[in-house]
């Protein structure tokens, strides 16, 4: 008789408890694993688009290089030519740039002989350590 009691009380009170227990466990489950996989695809959308985004930079900066040398030309044959001419004495008797143009030729002859081939040779050295 004891038998009997806790079979009914085990098998027909606590097996619609624990199947009610069991399945609010497993859609609190579904519901975050649907939140990691939302997350993740978030994530994922990201990385894409400041990949695409990167690929449209470099693409646009190469058009501009030929631009950046045609404006960088004057400054650097003037300085070519005042430096042949005070060097051999060739008698050009060609001025120094005036005011502000000699500041701004020292810059671009700085960006384009030193800075350029340093900020080259660091991406190469980065790129070499990060493989």
Do not use: C
Request: aromatic share 8%; charged share 20%.
């Amino acid at each position: 008789m004891l038998g009997l009691i806790l079979n009914f009380l085990g098998g027909a009170l606590l097996k619609p408890i624990l199947s009610y227990l069991q399945q609010k466990d497993s859609s609190a489950r579904d519901v975050k694993l649907a939140e990691i996989g939302s997350d993740k695809d978030k994530a994922i959308a990201l990385v894409q688009a400041e990949v695409d985004a990167n690929k449209e930079r470099a693409a646009v900066s190469h058009d501009f290089k030929p631009l950046v040398y045609m404006t960088a030309l004057p400054y650097v044959l003037h300085s070519g030519a005042v430096m042949l001419d005070s060097t051999f004495s060739f008698g050009w008797n060609i001025p120094a740039a005036p005011g502000p143009f000699s500041n701004y030729e020292s810059q671009i002859l700085l960006s384009l002989f030193v800075l350029s081939p340093v900020g080259l040779l660091s991406k190469a050295v980065a790129t070499k350590l990060t493989r």
